[in-house]
């Protein structure tokens, strides 16, 4: 029997369950709601279109993966703002001007009815490339702009450094451990999620396991060898129950005395892990150990403080570990925790008219107008992204990234399974030149921009408004 | 009428709402789970004591604030396991072998039935102290852990880093702006609930305040600028709805000449923003353009990829900033995204008898037996904390810090406002030494360990297993 039921040591069937976000209404900034007041009061409910992008990569990424979208968009479905939060709404000091109707008509009904386009989970995007597009009355699409950014900007970071660490590991697989590390419980779902579809092979994750249908890792902890005093005893209980072919944790004292413990146990472990100290040197000495007792099949696992750069050490000198467990690096995206992600106003409707707008504050400028991408390949490989309006007809051997996934506020894009997120994650990457995947982030993937986004952003910059 | 409703601009009346936290029974690691089928079989469902602790601080920081034990006592309180997710657990290939009795009679029926012990929230903490003690049957103190960490260590990451900011700070107000760079929206939420006890005087998080009664606060977007097309428009129609002591939002385009548009503008802004450029500089002509224009009283409010240090050079410069808006730095803990806590096992009842137990991985170690803390002070100032066992009568001139919290599963520390928390904390770190508050890390807080507790760890560290 196989405890670790990662696809690593023995795969099981997976089931999604459904996959509810609980609509946060007030789950935004304060000034979400101040504004969406005053856009009602002025009677601005016109359309107007917002891009969520990324101005720059953090040092170590040479590109990003787009994940959260299905969170994102069960959001947009089921937001509404309850009874007891109006109540609580106009009880603030900043609302009491504010016109009844705003509270006992608009919110009180409020929905999202906007239109969404987005690149699918798994697209690699890079920075300035709209991950989302909102369409919607202005003071829809205001609103959702914290929550949006939260959901899509989270997962983002997890499935991109998920795709470094799968990268490093050059086809040794690796587990996301990660939810003790998390940001909260949602958070380290989540993270389990955008890991699985960044490219791990399992979670250790239980709730994720169940709601996303991921498969399962896991193994025992010091905790376990500790209960019962030495290793001797607590492999074969251990054994008594999960069969002879667990996963025996080796460093909780010394780990070369229980990897000889393990040896002559009788049992056929499918796999020992190394939580500690040098991993290198330790595999090598738990390999020699393992294979003159004739354990040649049972694998070695590593985990502890695992970060790319350190995977891509152990694989480099050839180490024999067979499986990387990574925790905080994948659950809270140590090296970037935070992606800066945007939402910007790029659009509205003046006079009955869409017209382009552009912030230009000093290194923030924001860039005009609903946007397509268009990837251009060459020989199967992605050459370049093309940015632009998006009413052109595209970049000669382009395709579209950007999809409708939502109109009339219903979704389009019905839910996907975990797995064919994966697998277009899969094709995508492999899709992108080597020199981008490198861990070194030596290369920079083209984006260029179409002549008439350009004279757009020309045009705005020397205007001393917006439109 | 003011917009802001923080304390900087206003302060308005806070409402606590019940916290629930949804109990996730499945919200742990799978290993977890395997080892508690594990005890449950080896009829191993004695009390067992772990604590939960930091073995070394992040580079930055000189101290943590405990933060994050009432989402921990809640989630202990509810913690449950549904039928359809034992159902779950039963399909896993990992499970099949595990006797029918634990899922049907022990899984079931679980509740946590144990004790706990707590520092209070808001309490600066060193590393190797316990900020949390839990005793209770061994599988029952197993299964808590992830959740646990989690939730202890995300709300107290952020906490820490707040008090940074504060001090940083040096009087003015800080503002917790962090939610949408949040790992999702629950772990926004509880970022400004940790930000607000760790110091920060509001929050934008909407869903915080009414939950947690944290004082709102908001301005406007440059959204609001561009969905106007020009400052002078939108501060007019702005000031329409809120009245004329708005916040007012002046990088949008260009900062300098919004900020005349402001002066000119008959307004008489309680505050204007700059989230661009150099804020020193800016600052300084916009408080000059202020004062010719008679608006002495309007603040300048500053935000925009802030940290400590950045903070710490504004006011070092004296620039004429009233308060700072803080967003990743706050709710990712940008700089320690995870600060590596750990969940040990430090005593088992063996043969009617508790046996303390430790770990002893290279650089992993644990430290034996149920322990308290004792802050000895020194004319009102900390001085130094004993590490010592539970049973010993304690340092002299020493404060224990660990309190009961949770007997028999139920709550006896209720819950306390966050106003409380708050003002705890701030007498606890006002009792540190200047050395450990500044931000530079350079002083090290003593922490020294009893007799009784060197004995014991010399004791294990020499014998074979753990106790």
């Excluded at 369950?17 to 609980?22: C, K, L, M, S």
């Excluded at 900034?29 to 992008?53: K, N, R, S």
């Excluded at 251009?376 to 998006?390: R, S, T, Y």
């Excluded at 492999?430 to 995947?437: D, F, K, M, N, V």
């Amino acid at each position: 029997m196989i405890i670790a039921t990662g696809p690593i040591f023995g795969r099981h069937a997976t089931r999604a369950a459904p996959v509810p976000v609980r609509a946060m209404g007030l789950s935004t900034d304060f000034y979400e709601l101040t504004m969406m007041a005053g856009y009602h009061a002025a009677g601005l409910l016109v359309p107007a279109t917002f891009e969520l992008y990324v101005r720059e990569l953090p040092p170590h990424r040479s590109f990003l993966l787009a994940a959260g979208l299905e969170q994102a968009l069960d959001y947009l479905e089921n937001l509404h703002v309850r009874p007891e939060e109006i109540q609580y709404l106009r009880s603030l000091p900043g609302m009491q001007d504010v016109q009844p109707e705003f509270f006992e008509d608009y919110l009180a009904g409020f929905r999202f009815t906007g239109e969404a386009w987005a690149v699918e989970e798994g697209t690699p995007v890079f920075p300035l490339e709209p991950l989302l597009r909102i369409t919607a009355p202005l003071p829809e699409g205001q609103f959702v702009e914290t929550a949006l950014l939260a959901h899509i900007m989270f997962q983002t970071s997890v499935a991109s450094r998920a795709a470094r660490l799968i990268e490093a590991a050059s086809g040794r697989p690796v587990v996301e451990f990660g939810a003790r590390r998390a940001h909260g419980t949602e958070a380290g779902r989540y993270a389990a999620r955008a890991a699985y579809l960044g490219g791990c092979e399992a979670t250790s994750n239980v709730e994720a396991g169940l709601r996303f249908g991921i498969p399962l890792s896991g193994t025992m902890a010091h905790s376990w060898v500790m209960a019962f005093g030495d290793e001797a005893t607590a492999f074969r209980r251990y054994a008594e129950v999960f069969g002879g072919r667990a996963v025996l944790l080796l460093d909780t004292y010394d780990t070369l005395r229980a990897a000889r413990v393990a040896a002559a146990s009788g049992l056929t472990p499918a796999a020992v892990r190394l939580d500690s100290g040098d991993i290198v040197a330790l595999s090598r000495a738990v390999r020699d150990i393992l294979d003159t007792a004739g354990l040649q099949q049972t694998k070695i696992f590593a985990s502890g403080d695992l970060d790319e750069w350190r995977i891509a050490e152990i694989v480099a000198v050839g180490a024999p570990v067979d499986a990387f467990g990574v925790g905080a690096a994948l659950s809270t995206s140590s090296d970037a925790p935070s992606l800066g992600g945007l939402y910007k106003l790029v659009e509205i409707e003046r006079g009955g008219a869409a017209v382009a707008t552009m912030k230009r504050s000093p290194r923030k400028y924001s860039y005009p107008g609903r946007k397509q991408i268009w990837r251009v390949f060459e020989n199967g490989i992605a050459v370049g992204d093309v940015l632009a309006l998006a009413n052109e007809s595209g970049a000669p051997g382009g395709q579209p990234l950007l999809r409708r996934v939502m109109s009339g506020g219903r979704r389009e894009l019905l839910p996907q399974s975990i797995h064919e997120l994966r697998a277009r994650r899969r094709a995508a990457v492999s899709q992108l030149p080597a020199s981008i995947r490198t861990l070194q982030n030596s290369a920079r993937y083209p984006v260029s921009f179409t002549q008439a986004l350009e004279a757009s952003i020309d045009r705005l910059s020397r205007s001393a408004g917006s439109g």
